[in-house]
């Protein structure tokens, strides 16, 4: 029986560090002349397993393996990077891909039993116009051209014209959603970009979702006053408050899961002679559960409110931004699981932090899935963002692995939304 | 018998205010043509009493009445002010002291028992070049011209240049010191500055003495890392140690007295998506008890170990600043408290968070004390600083028994340093 060669997919990893990057990271930064050279380089590629390829609406690159069945496997990645980003994030995912592709061609003589296609996401990382997932948001149908139309780069370019220039009319990217038609799961393969994996010390693991997110500024507002002659007890402390509340952050958090983040501390007047009148802190706290999620912004809100009422302070909640909660599909963690299982001998399951596009494949209604690979340092969008071979390699098996099983999935009909 | 008019001294307040404030407060800051315009005012009325004036070497103003001994006793005031400063903050100290002089003139054909000296204290604020008590300090003995002479206004002029221009040389303003040759008792009367008369509904009060002050950057060093990916006990929060330490600070204060004030705190990376990897904070510190200082600073500094050691972070201490407690003369409290029960009826003893010109006789030996009287708002160096005309008048009245019993006093050869 064919198998992958992931000693192949790491060799075409190093290439394209080779084509896209130097000694300060990666520069595949998308709409850019780099990012257009490593769709080529893959592109390339593609051609040579002969599948129908195109850039859809929303310039996401689609390579397609007519099946027996037109129901669909996809599999999903990016090539973009943030600016001296690393050798792994995105492109590991598409090129596993590109793997499997080969598989499935030597296989089934490049008819699979369902259609399977490898979809190349433009632009995850947002980094030259701060919108992240833009191309699987305008797949997923969530992107709303008037919201990111007047976004710039830092050399003022509009993120309209960047598009243009790449063959993308942003009013016209929804379109992309026509895409999904016969979507019947999505999978997605990603180093973890964080720390679990490495202190459990597994290879692999099974995201269970992506973790909705409350991004909030609480403005304590007390008085400020002079450090000599004031009183402990006649002060309006705002960093007071402040300070008592976020142990108890930490603790809210503990009962309910989640992560919980105090991001930023600003004081004012701030000076060492003056009781501090105004504090401002930045909360993000992040969970699977969007119950959950409501009560730990709940609980925080109460704490917050609490601890003010007893410093004799205000205080008050600024949304900066939130996002829900995106589960994958129970059937496919299951399968996921056991692909895991088989490639390395132990799984574990946990949520992602950092939202990713399978997201939006989530929260468009097509069942999903991603498998986490270890990442070493827990550390990403950095030039040192690394991964051991033989992790990767077993990724690339575990992945193999799971589309197998998905597709076994999705051609017997098992796909429950 | 003669007695003070303390209407005269409010009157005269109001004409200073008139000659040396604008609506945006007093201009009299130490070394420009305003403050010396205010001295010459100043002098104009201790001519008219016939008195002996002079500067000594650190442009401190003193107008002697000499009496049948030669012990003195010395009533201090400041005619400075900060740049858009109060009306009292100072200027009470010296006319209240002028006052006084016109009664004993009058009492005595201007020779009394001892000899008292009214003097008016260069530069109390260092509102121009950071630097206050610096004529005080000079007399006391402790100004050292080499750690001041680099200092530089905001338009660059040179402090000493600056002095220079009054007639005062830096490198020889140590020869005020023997203005003290024969101080015996040294007086001064202040607005509080501060809330606690105002709190307890009280006119006047009796200074302690001044805080010793500790001052510090505490310097939290933690990890930065991603607020989606990384998980609550996976983090070194260098802010979440600062906070858990900061209610800390203010229950070692209760259970010791003083004050301890968090001033500013400054956290890095500083983004909403990342835990704070750095965090500094300034810590200052007072009381007017040294060992209780000391302990203070140092249940702070094990406080600020333990919750670095339990976040896993460290944190580093820097001294920014530190003077110690000086405590006024025991005797002298005692009279003061008379003085201030015959004049209002009630008393109350408080220690001064500010420093003044009082704690740099006392350092140098002189059994010194000082007055408050009530600010409203609890508030000065500002233009809405201000004091009931009855509490003004009052607080004339104090002084001018306080100066009986303390002329008293060191007739009588009481002075224990």
Not at 53 to 60: E, I, W
Not at 99 to 121: A, S
Not at 174 to 190: I, M, T
Not at 379 to 402: C, G, Q
């Amino acid at each position: 029986m064919p198998k992958v060669d992931p000693k192949r997919t790491v060799a075409e990893l190093q290439e394209l560090r080779r084509l896209t990057a130097d000694e300060e990271g990666a520069w595949r930064v998308a709409w850019t002349d780099t990012w257009l050279e490593s769709r080529r380089w893959l592109r390339d590629k593609l051609d040579a397993l002969d599948l129908e390829t195109h850039l859809d609406a929303a310039g996401n690159l689609w390579a397609t393996m007519r099946g027996a069945s037109d129901r669909e496997l996809l599999i999903g990645g990016h090539m973009d990077s943030v600016p001296g980003g690393g050798w792994l994030d995105g492109c590991l995912n598409t090129l596993a891909g590109v793997e499997i592709l080969r598989r499935l061609h030597d296989e089934y003589g490049g008819r699979p039993p369902v259609t399977v296609r490898l979809v190349d996401w433009a632009d995850e990382e947002g980094a030259r116009f701060g919108r992240s997932l833009l191309g699987s948001s305008a797949c997923g149908g969530t992107l709303v051209p008037d919201e990111e139309r007047n976004r710039i780069d830092k050399d003022g370019i509009r993120l309209e014209d960047a598009l243009r220039r790449c063959g993308v009319e942003l009013d016209r990217a929804g379109e992309s959603h026509a895409e999904l038609a016969n979507a019947a799961a999505y999978l997605e393969l990603h180093i973890e970009q964080g720390p679990v994996l490495l202190d459990l010390d597994l290879p692999l693991g099974v995201v269970l979702g992506t973790f909705g997110v409350e991004r909030h500024r609480l403005e304590f507002r007390g008085q400020a006053a002079h450090s000599g002659s004031t009183p402990m007890d006649r002060r309006r402390d705002a960093f007071l408050a402040a300070a008592r509340m976020s142990p108890e952050i930490y603790a809210i958090t503990g009962r309910h899961g989640g992560v919980s983040t105090i991001g930023s501390c600003v004081t004012r007047p701030g000076i060492v002679t003056s009781v501090i009148a105004e504090c401002d802190v930045t909360l993000d706290q992040r969970h699977l559960e969007a119950n959950a999620l409501s009560t730990l912004l709940r609980e925080a809100k109460e704490a917050s409110e609490r601890f003010a009422e007893e410093g004799g302070v205000s205080v008050a909640w600024q949304e900066l931004w939130r996002i829900e909660p995106f589960a994958f599909h129970p059937d496919l963690i299951e399968l996921a699981d056991e692909a895991v299982l088989e490639a390395v001998g132990v799984s574990h399951r946990l949520p992602s932090g950092p939202l990713h596009d399978a997201a939006e494949m989530a929260r468009a209604g097509i069942p999903s899935v991603m498998l986490f690979v270890q990442s070493l340092h827990g550390i990403s969008h950095n030039k040192i963002e690394d991964t051991k071979i033989e992790h990767i390699e077993a990724s690339v098996v575990a992945l193999d692995a799971l589309t197998r099983k998905a597709m076994a999935w999705v051609a017997a009909g098992s796909a429950r939304p």
